[in-house]
């Protein structure tokens, strides 16, 4: 069984069980989704179209404007000895990223001609913006996605468009990583990791380069005030991209020890203002990652809940649900993968069907049939009485 199918979920399967079940492929069969192009066509933005990289969401969930001509990187604080990666989150640190981050921001201003904008966002996960003439978004990753293994150089990818802008922004990157080891290596906070047996977090790994986008928001694209409640900066960045309204929930931590309940209450106090909402729980992620079976089926017993708790208090006459994933995390795999997701869709005006579990597997004979991502909207629109007819 998948964790999924093994742990005991009556909210999911009431939904399963009173409206339409089916798979859905966030991108494409086949196409490992991040949680930035699978939420951005979820939402009805082509990514192939409008993708220009994961570095400006998650610049822009922390804050940080990004603007024509800037290059942003994802980073995480990782743990290295020398240039060997020992791991790739620095144990999921939850504290000191913040002192850590505002010492690198004040004895790194700059590189050459080139403004060093970096911020912390939630646990191991931070934004870098770099600001100045004459760079490029086409450059090589740092981080290799896995430990064990050296960190790499940053290179200008042999495509650039602008091969010097390309050579001197994987230069710029370059620094930035070397000086950060440097700084945050000796830095008290990781003095005491060390004292505590906990791993230091003493270097910044950028992926993701990107620049900045431009999207259509929300509200005038579909006629919808839509609201998001999300715990993780990357989406929260496309939310604004999207001048959607964030919600921002006490408890919601983004980690095992999220609070679902207060997420789910939060859900229904933006319904009462707003058309759409879309919430997102990070967790069932983080056990598919580390591979840890008990912790996704515990993050999906959460799930479950905050489900239930929606399902007993709004008027399902009236409100439309819908339960899907940004992507698949399997825990053999410890990474996104291709396969397609459950989706299920009650409330108003659904058709129910005769899938009564809410899993991989069971939902496959479901009436919605196999879904894309960029379909999921024109679907829950229609349901909303909010879709616009094709033709005359």
Known sequence: KTCLEAQVTPALDRVAATGECGLMYPISPGIPAGSDTAHMAILGYDPYEFYRGRGPFEARGVGIEVQPGDVAFRCNFSTVEGRKIVDRRAGRIKSGTVELAAAVTEQLPSIEDVQVIFRPSVEHRAALVLRGPGLSHEVSEVDPHE?????????????????????????????????????????????????????????????????????????????????????????????????????????????????????????????????????????????????????????????????GHLLDTLDMSETTLMITADHCTPITVMDHSGDAVPIAICGAGVRPDHVTEYAERSVYAGSLGHLRGMEVMNVMTSYMDASHKFGA
């Open 147 to 307: 430990a064990g293994v050296d960190y790499w150089d940053c290179e200008p990818l042999e495509s650039a468009e602008d091969p010097e802008a390309a050579a001197k922004t994987a230069r710029i990157l370059n620094e930035f990583v070397r000086h950060s080891y440097e700084i945050m290596d000796a830095h008290e906070v990781n003095t005491k990791r060390r004292e505590a047996e906990e791993l230091p977090a003493n270097i910044a790994l950028p992926r993701g380069a990107g620049t900045a986008v431009d999207l259509q928001p929300f509200e005038e694209r579909y006629g919808l005030r839509g609201a998001m409640i999300v715990e993780v900066d990357l989406v929260r960045g496309l939310g604004e991209y999207l001048k959607m309204d964030l919600v921002a929930v006490d408890g919601a931590t983004g980690g095992q020890d999220t609070d679902e309940l207060a997420i789910a209450a939060a859900v229904v106090s933006a319904l009462d203002d707003h058309d759409f909402v879309l919430a997102n729980i990070k967790c069932p992620d983080l056990g598919g990652h580390d591979g840890d079976a008990q912790a996704k089926m515990e993050a999906i017993a959460k799930v479950d809940r905050a489900i």
